[in-house]
Structure formats: structure tokens, C-alpha cells
């Protein structure tokens, strides 16, 4: 049997599946956790021509991810991208690569399971093998692009503390409220709506597919990620209320300080009608 190839692309934070799946005429309600599978004559539909290799598939994930299975020409990535773009106008069509990774799925009889950062290799094909390669791969290059916000609100921040140590006290409400607003996003696009923890339905019939998805997650180190990423969250809430309290004391400063001011004025234009 040949390797299966698989290319993966994290290209928004959310997919509506079931506006799409209406559309394919999939009668079926999604949840967060199914994907979507594009294959046979709705994948011929799509492509406009003929499906001649074996496995040959699209997994549409609802956290934004999208994996190829057997795809390799880049035509045939591009018009499935386009079709997605008429349901997500969010999808950058240029910049498809920046969050993307390659595998391979090879078969032999003579090797136990084996994982690489490029492929892995078991020694008999089961049906689930490609859904299970596909979430784990789907979930890794969306952490890959959480990463990289998370990146941009760190950079944000130590703009913030800059002015701090420069003795620019003032921070706008507006500014707190975005920034603020930016670690929330995070937060619900990676721990809620990624789903790191959930599985999917075949792990839990399958001591064999439950093992391998394990083993899966291990080597991509989903989990380590997504505890890195939340205690890095839970820091950003932390530096977000030392900068509110800043605030906030220093609004209450000033507002003592003009009743203190009122409070003279009073006693001087009093003073001043005695004399």
C-alpha cells in the first residue's frame, strides 16, 4: 500500500460547517468537535473532475483548521480553498502556507508503530488512521497560529510596561479594554474552542485508536502546549490587573486631588467676602 500524504493549513479561527455541510447536502448537524468530511462525488463537485486516488479526502475543522489527505497538486488545494472562502470571507488566500504542516501515513507488516517528525509507520491499515493523522495535525498548526497571537499581545504589553518604566502612568480605558479583549479571544479560540482535551468518538470504542491517537498527541506535545499557553494566559490576566489597579489608583488620585483644590477654593472665596 502507498503512503498516505496528508497537508495541513490552520486558515481562520472558525468554519461553519453546517452552512456547508447544507450546502454539499449533508444531512447531518455538526458539532465542535466532528469535522467535516469532503470526499467522493461532493469532493468531485467541487474539483470539478474525477477522484483517481485512494483516500483521497478533505477534514474541515470548526476551529479553522482544514486537512488534505492524497492531495498533491496545488490546484486542487487552491479551488477547495477558494470554496471555503465563499462561506469564510476571513481566509487569507495568500498567506495559506504561513500555518501548515506535511505528514505521511506508511504501511509495514514488519514494523511496529513508529513515529517521526516527517511520517508514521504502522504495520496494518485501519479505517480511523486518517481521521485520527488529520485531528492531531489539524490542532497543532491552529496552536501554531494561537502561539503567534499570543506572541503579538506579549509585544503589546511591553509597549505598556515601557511607558510604565518611562513614568507614563495614564492608561486609557479604551486601550485596557482592547488589550483585554484580545487575551479573552485568545483564550476562547485556543482552551475552549480548539478542544485540546476532547477526543474524537472512535477513541472511545477503540482501545487501538484510542492508544495511537495518545501516542499521536504525545509526540505533537498537544497537551504541554496547551498548558504553556494557558499559564501564559493566566500571566496576561495577571499584568492586565496590575495595570488596571494603576489606573485606577491614579484616576482616584486625581479626583482627591481636585476636591482637595474645590475644597481651598471654598475657603478662599469665603475668606475673601469677609474681608
Not at 488545494?77 to 477558494?82: D, E, T, Y
Not at 514488519?110 to 509507520?121: G, I, K, R
Not at 495535525?137 to 515601557?162: C, P, W, Y
Request: charged share 25%; with cysteine.
Amino acid at each position: 500500500m502507498e503512503a498516505i500524504t496528508f497537508k495541513a493549513f490552520a486558515i481562520t479561527n472558525e468554519i461553519d460547517l453546517n452552512q456547508i455541510a447544507i450546502h454539499c447536502g449533508i444531512p447531518k448537524k455538526f458539532t465542535w468537535e466532528q469535522p467535516l468530511f469532503l470526499r467522493e462525488q461532493i469532493l468531485e463537485s467541487i474539483l470539478d473532475k474525477k477522484i483517481n486516488e485512494a483516500h483521497q479526502m478533505v477534514l474541515i475543522f470548526s476551529f479553522g483548521s482544514i486537512v488534505f489527505i492524497n492531495h498533491s497538486e496545488a490546484e486542487e488545494i487552491a479551488q477547495v480553498l477558494k470554496f471555503l472562502y465563499s462561506f469564510e470571507p476571513d481566509i487569507e488566500l495568500k498567506n495559506i502556507e504561513k500555518y501548515s504542516d506535511d505528514y505521511c501515513l506508511h504501511i509495514n507488516e514488519a514494523q511496529l508503530v513508529e513515529l517521526t517528525d516527517e511520517y508514521v509507520v504502522v504495520p496494518i491499515f485501519e479505517s480511523f488512521y486518517p481521521e485520527l493523522i488529520s485531528t492531531v495535525l489539524a490542532k497543532s498548526v491552529a496552536l501554531e497560529k494561537t502561539e503567534e497571537q499570543l506572541g503579538k499581545i506579549h509585544d503589546k504589553l511591553e509597549t505598556m510596561i515601557d511607558r510604565l518604566e518611562k513614568g507614563r502612568l495614564r492608561i486609557g480605558n479604551k486601550e485596557l479594554a482592547r488589550t483585554t479583549a484580545k487575551i479573552v479571544r485568545h483564550e476562547y479560540n485556543t482552551l475552549a474552542y480548539i478542544m485540546i482535551l476532547d477526543k474524537p468518538d472512535i477513541t472511545w470504542s477503540s482501545s487501538t485508536a484510542n492508544e495511537f491517537y495518545d501516542r499521536m498527541t504525545d509526540f505533537f506535545e498537544l497537551n504541554d502546549r496547551y498548558k504553556i499557553l494557558k499559564s501564559k494566559t493566566e500571566i496576561l490576566y495577571n499584568i492586565m490587573d496590575g495595570f488596571s489597579t494603576i489606573s485606577h489608583s491614579i484616576r482616584g488620585l486625581f479626583v482627591e486631588w481636585i476636591i482637595v483644590i474645590l475644597i481651598l477654593v471654598e475657603i478662599f472665596l469665603t475668606v475673601l467676602e469677609y474681608m
